[in-house]
């Protein structure tokens, strides 16, 4: 059995795929809410249709399909950079805010300090424990607020992509290979000599480490980030 989205080959009895996630059998499970924004169900794909006998035959469905897909260019785009803005997004830090809080209480202590040599020490406490706690809760909710527009954002496009890759005659390429530089590279490498057929190229290691989602290119670079940071 091979992944509808991603081309890796599966166990028969297998529910996911291990390389990308994607369920390769129905299961009925839902993502949990974010900031109360339910996410609408992801579209499932559509069976893939067998892989051409001859390489004529595979070239020619090959460019067939480029102008299919042509069409959705720039929904690849914008899921691609969608995917890098959730890749980006940081939860609020409190350490940040306990710092701001600080050295605002402090600017405002100094000046009142000017005016009124007599104000009570606590003040000081008082405004620090305000800014900290109120910023932090501010950035905390925009934060929410930004990822569940994210996460609705990155599953409408990926669904309308999902819903024109089902609608695609005799497509035996899987999702992840319908991105239109994914199918010049393999046009050009059957046209070349490079590889002889579509299982060549999909077996290639030096091909697939290039056609990693980019979803999986953006959390390995949040978790690259990350660890910097600690």
Sequence with gaps: MICRKCGCRLERDRETCYFCGEEAKPSGREREPIAHVVLPPKVPLGELSP??????????E??????????????????????????????????????AGGLLALVVQFFVALHLPLAYS???????????????????????????????????????????FNKAEGCFLPLDYTQPEVI?????????????????FRMDKTVLSDIVPAREQADIARDVTRSIEQ
């Design 184 to 200: 010049r590279e393999l046009i050009e490498g059957l046209d070349s000599g490079l590889f002889s057929s579509f299982e060549d």
């Design 51 to 60: 892989v051409p006998g001859s390489r004529e035959e595979t070239l020619r």
């Design 122 to 164: 606590s003040l000081f406490f008082i405004i620090w424990g305000a800014v900290a706690t109120l910023g932090y809760m501010w950035s905390g909710r925009r934060y929410e607020h930004t990822r569940a527009r994210l996460a609705l954002d990155i599953r409408r496009t990926e669904n309308a992509i999902r819903e024109h």
């Design 62 to 99: 090959l460019r067939r399909l480029q102008a299919y897909f042509r069409k959705m260019e720039d929904k690849y785009a914008v899921l691609s950079d969608l995917w890098m803005l959730d890749a980006h997004l940081r939860a609020p830090s409190l350490l940040h805010w306990t710092v």
